[in-house]
């Protein structure tokens, strides 16, 4: 089994909600990522988490705040938010870093 | 340059075999991978291979690495309307644990 989920599958909040995304698997992979990736663009890397504790943010603004409760749990804490960050937000995961990730479907955000 | 680089588009005919290239930037990337990405969809993970390695082939999927050169090709045989997808190219640099850089992805688009 190989399945990352991620729910909502789509998104739509103000810029004065606050939300959140959620992400899991049980693979027992002790990394997890969050991607933000625009329309017709690479995704790009935002945050990964090694064995529950945050190893790379990629200088993404506060409005974004992720936690790791567990290891099979990942959020990403939203608030505040401009319509800008509107994205596929994907997850992912691997058995550790360096070694192959897989991504769960995604959360469409829109942003009004 | 610091990007993975991939051609934008490709066309082919059902039944053709098709061929996605890349060319990658750090020679000390342990692995290189294929990703495909269909319409609203997550990342799946096609294969991947070890720098070491010249050839891998996993069913209709061939992956040639030319690590002299730092160019990957991803070979599908037998292209069916369902390869319809924008292929990504990723490479996972070792530097600090970090996650995989992408290339700007290859749409590609099978007819009938």
């Known amino acids: 089994d190989t399945e990352v989920t991620q729910t909502p599958k789509h998104l739509v909040m103000g810029m004065t909600n606050k939300k959140s995304l959620k992400c899991e698997q049980h693979m027992g992979h002790r990394a997890m990522y969050w991607y933000k990736q625009k329309a017709k663009k690479p995704p790009e890397l935002m945050f990964v988490?090694?064995?529950?504790?945050?190893?790379i943010n990629e200088s993404v603004p506060s409005r974004f705040s992720p936690e790791c409760p567990n290891s099979s749990l990942l959020n990403l804490h939203l608030h505040a938010l401009q319509p800008e960050d509107s994205a596929l937000y994907l997850c992912a995961s691997s058995q550790a870093q360096l070694y192959e990730q897989y991504f769960g479907p995604g959360t469409r955000l829109t942003v009004t | 340059g610091e990007d993975v680089e991939q051609s934008l588009f490709l066309s082919v005919r059902e039944g053709d075999s098709s061929v996605i290239n890349c060319t990658y930037t750090d020679s000390s990337s342990t692995y290189l991978y294929w990703y495909k990405q269909e319409p609203g969809a997550g990342l799946q993970l096609l294969t991947y291979i070890f720098s070491n390695m010249d050839m891998k082939q996993d069913q209709r999927l061939t992956v040639l690495l030319n690590k002299k050169d730092k160019h990957l090709s991803l070979r599908i045989a037998d292209t069916q309307t369902g390869d319809s997808a924008i292929y990504f190219c990723?490479?996972?640099?070792?530097?600090?644990?970090?996650?995989?850089?992408f290339g700007k992805g290859t749409t590609l688009s099978v007819s009938s």
């Open positions: 990723a490479e996972s640099r070792n530097q600090a644990g970090t996650a995989l850089i």
């Open positions: 988490y090694s064995y529950e504790k945050l190893s």
